[in-house]
């Protein structure tokens, strides 16, 4: 059973250009979360989502970010006209469907260079 | 806001010394998980706590959750230089999972 899976493992942009992330959850899992960790520094929550809906954004930026878990396919992290500060790791997590209460399944994560 | 603070931020051990994390939320907690990840790595769940006055075991590391659910603690006993990484908590309030700054341990040989 393959675990989280994150691609692309290393992304760099430009200033201005867009940055994809892709999550692909664990078998059975249908709960995926996203967090940013800057370095140095803890992981912070951003987005909640089962297929098709997103549960909790209350962590996304207002702008140039979103989220989507479509019903096929993995879990997408869109930045638009990124800026140096975006430079981060973004993590994703899995769950099963019990969401919250059960632990959360990280992936290797996604290292964002903005030059 | 929520918060969940960590203390200490740091930690240098000699191997065979014991070390503590500490966790505090600002609010009331659902639950609490612990995390530990390795440098470059990515976090791993270690265990998850609910009950009020909870205490788990893992080997050489003991979990407590505080009889108020706001804190908790993750206890290493006689460390490992396989220890060696940074450890998080993270609290539950509503649909949030809030994780906490970690506290990054250091295992001296």
């Known amino acids: 059973n393959a675990g989280v899976m994150q691609n692309p493992r290393h992304l760099v942009r430009r200033r201005g250009q867009e940055a994809r992330l892709r999550c692909s959850p664990m078998?059975?899992?249908?709960?995926v979360y996203w967090y940013r960790q800057l370095p140095e520094e803890g992981l912070k929550f951003m987005v909640y989502?089962?297929?098709?809906?997103?549960?909790?954004e209350s962590g996304m930026p207002k702008e140039r970010f979103s989220a989507e878990f479509p019903k096929e396919g993995p879990s997408i992290l869109r930045i638009q006209q990124v800026v140096r500060g975006d430079s981060a790791a973004y993590f994703c997590?899995?769950?099963?469907?019990?969401?919250?209460?059960?632990?959360?399944?990280f992936g290797p994560g996604t290292r964002l260079t903005v030059l | 806001g929520q918060q969940v603070m960590q203390i200490p931020q740091y930690q240098h051990v000699q191997e065979g010394e014991d070390f503590t994390t500490y966790c505090n939320s600002s609010?009331?907690?659902?639950?609490i998980q612990w995390y530990k990840q390795r440098p470059g790595g990515h976090p791993v769940f270690l265990i998850q706590?609910?009950?009020?006055?909870e205490v788990k075991k893992q080997k050489r590391l003991t979990f407590q959750f505080g009889e108020a659910k706001k804190n908790s603690s993750l206890h290493i006993t006689a460390t490992q230089t396989t220890d060696v990484g940074t450890y998080f908590c993270?609290?539950?309030?509503?649909?949030?999972?809030?994780f906490g700054t970690g506290t990054s341990l250091t295992v001296i040989p």
């Open positions: 993270a609290g539950r309030t509503g649909n949030q999972f809030y």
């Open positions: 706590l609910v009950k009020s006055g």
């Open positions: 989502l089962q297929k098709e809906n997103i549960i909790d």
């Open positions: 078998k059975g899992h249908s709960h």
């Open positions: 997590a899995s769950s099963p469907p019990a969401g919250w209460n059960n632990e959360q399944f």
């Open positions: 609010t009331t907690l659902s639950n």
